[in-house]
């Protein structure tokens, strides 16, 4: 096990949250990871951060007004709806922004079988409602939501959802009932390609467990994860895009 392996591996030990980001993707031909090696017993955190540093793009304050900060929130693990406003926290501080111009999120996690309602979602969307109303989201969506579903939450909610993406790989042709009940409240429909599961609980540890060995991978488990990107208004070319990620060790 190499030096930084080993640091990785007792900074983990101690941890009771990580949290991962990528940096700007787009930069990651040209950068490679830089991890500390060493620590004291005093700097052992309780929530470990790691990135690619170097990758990292804030957003400069003087182009603000230029650029478009969206993201998309997919909700992995069985958690509190807190992991909403937590998951658009770190996504402001990492790109150096008070707000954030729009939040997607996906559909919640539910057990097989069982058809997604109205009931699943209003958690997290009264947390998106609230994030709203404090000025740290300017307009939310949903995802993968059928006409009944989405004129259920768009009767219900206070704050209305402003989009709602369909996956063109379960549907070629955009539903007529959808379309005209988006047409009359003014929900965009947008298209997406993500698969139903963009990140599981296993393919988070066989992850974890391949860049640190010789740890207990399976007592971490993965929260959620944000996926976010920063475009250029007047020319529409992606400047920064990438990911956010926090799990917690079981138990704590």
């Known amino acids: 096990m190499g030096t930084d392996s080993r640091a990785a591996k007792a900074l983990l030990a101690r941890a009771r949250t990580l949290h991962l980001q990528t940096g700007n993707l787009l930069n990651w031909g040209r950068l490679r990871k830089k991890c500390p090696s060493t620590h004291s017993e005093e700097e052992f955190p309780d929530v470990l951060e790691c990135t690619v540093s170097h990758a990292v793009e804030k957003i400069n304050p003087d182009e603000r007004e230029e ?4 993201a998309k929130l997919f909700i992995v693990g069985s958690n509190s709806s807190s992991s909403t406003r937590s998951a658009v926290d ?20 539910i057990e097989d079988g069982v058809n ?62 959808l379309t ?3 047409k009359q409240f003014d929900i965009q429909l ?28 399976q007592e ?17 070319i992606i ?3 990438g990911y956010i990620l926090q799990a917690k060790r079981r138990g704590s």
């Not at 650029?67 to 969206?70: D, F």
């Not at 109303?133 to 300017?138: D, R």
């Not at 259920?152 to 704050?159: N, T």
Request: aromatic residues 6%.
């Open 67 to 70: 650029m478009k900060v969206s």
């Open 90 to 109: 770190m996504a402001c501080s990492v790109l150096g922004v008070a707000q954030l111009d729009s939040v997607i999120i996906a559909s919640p996690p």
């Open 116 to 177: 997604l309602s109205l009931e699943h979602l209003q958690p997290y969307w009264e947390e998106l409602e609230n994030l709203v109303q404090s000025k740290k989201i300017v307009a939310i969506g949903t995802s993968d939501l059928d006409k009944t579903q989405l004129e259920q939450l768009y009767q219900w909610a206070q704050v209305k959802p402003n989009s709602n993406q369909v996956n063109l790989a379960s549907c070629c042709v955009m539903p007529p009932d």
């Open 180 to 182: 005209a009940f988006a």
């Open 190 to 217: 947008l298209t997406h390609n993500d698969p139903k599961e963009l990140l599981s609980e296993a393919s988070f540890q066989e992850a974890l467990q391949e860049s640190i060995p010789d740890i207990q991978a």
């Open 220 to 236: 971490w488990v993965p929260l959620w994860l944000l996926r976010y990107s920063v475009i250029v208004k007047s020319r529409g």
């Open 239 to 241: 400047k920064s895009k």
